[in-house]
């Protein structure tokens, strides 16, 4: 059968092909979500959407059993090359969140940093996360909240941006707690939540635009899509700055995120 999100999970595939710079400054994060999420030596850990592999790599450090699988191929090439240095072990694949590629009750604990949350059909992760979790599995994952700097972000590109095709969930709902609890319910319990943050170096503004339009696939396409209007470019560049303003202090841009936990039922 046709998936009828083949041609976005395609576009997906390649926009995140040059997240390897921004994804440096998320192993804080990733330090944070393992802790959090109890991964301790001997369990068998999957992370989905791992990227560069901060989670995976963090995980596999504690002595557990980690695979790692993302969407977007070039990303795990330099997931593997992070692995070697770490001198650390992990079972990378491609693969989609939708459909994962590993049988039915294989892992004690999913995690997922800012991965998951992009595929369009939420319910369609949340099944395949329980699905490959053991009976007595956990599931922990980093969102960004919809009303902070990252989730104004997205909404921000998604303004500018074509929409997507029919169907296709806002990535930053995965942030909303409320959203998270109707998400989970009946797979798992009653989710546990934290909050953290890290901050991101930028000399000016437009120093951490311009590395933002460099590094993250949606501002390329963004930028892109606008090359040329440049009046226009201007305009959504001023708006970009004035979004990140409150967040910038110190030649630092603080970035928040939520954590969620929850037990498999």
């Known amino acids: 059968m046709n ?9 997906q595939r390649e926009m995140w092909a040059s997240f390897g710079p921004t994804a440096t400054f998320t192993t804080q994060a990733a330090a944070h979500l393992v802790r959090f999420a109890g991964i301790s030596r001997g369990e068998a850990v999957l992370d989905v959407g791992t990227g560069t592999g901060p989670v995976a790599i963090t995980a596999a450090r504690t002595g557990a059993r980690v695979s790692g699988m993302d969407l977007t191929p070039a990303l795990i090439e330099q997931a593997i090359e992070n692995a070697a240095l770490a001198g650390v072990d992990v079972a990378w694949q491609e693969g989609d969140a939708e ?8 892992f004690d604990v999913v995690v997922s940093q800012f991965g998951h949350m992009f ?9 395949e996360m329980r699905r490959v ?12 909240p919809p009303n902070l700097l990252v989730g104004q972000i997205f909404g921000f590109i998604a303004r500018n941006m074509p929409p997507p095709p029919p169907g296709v969930s806002p990535p930053h709902l995965w942030g909303d707690d409320t959203v998270v609890v109707e998400r989970l319910a009946g797979k798992f319990g009653e989710p546990t939540f934290e909050r953290g943050a890290f901050s991101v170096p930028a000399l000016s503004l437009p120093h951490y635009r311009a590395f933002m339009e460099r590094s993250v696939g949606p501002m390329q396409r ?15 560049r001023g708006e970009f700055e004035a979004i990140v303003a409150p967040y910038y202090d110190g030649n630092l841009v603080r970035q928040e995120y939520l954590l969620t936990r929850a037990a498999a039922r």
Do not use: N
């Not at 459909?99 to 294989?106: C, E, F, G, K």
């Not at 053991?134 to 969102?143: C, D, H, L, N, V």
């Open 222 to 236: 963004l930028v892109e899509g606008l090359a040329g209007d440049p009046e226009r470019l201007a305009t959504m």
């Open 133 to 144: 979790l053991k009976p007595s599995g956990r599931i922990a994952f980093a969102t960004w």
């Open 3 to 11: 998936d009828p999100f083949a041609t976005f999970k395609d576009r």
């Open 99 to 106: 459909h994962l590629p590993y049988p039915d009750a294989s």
């Open 119 to 127: 595929a369009p059909r939420p319910e369609l992760a949340v099944a």
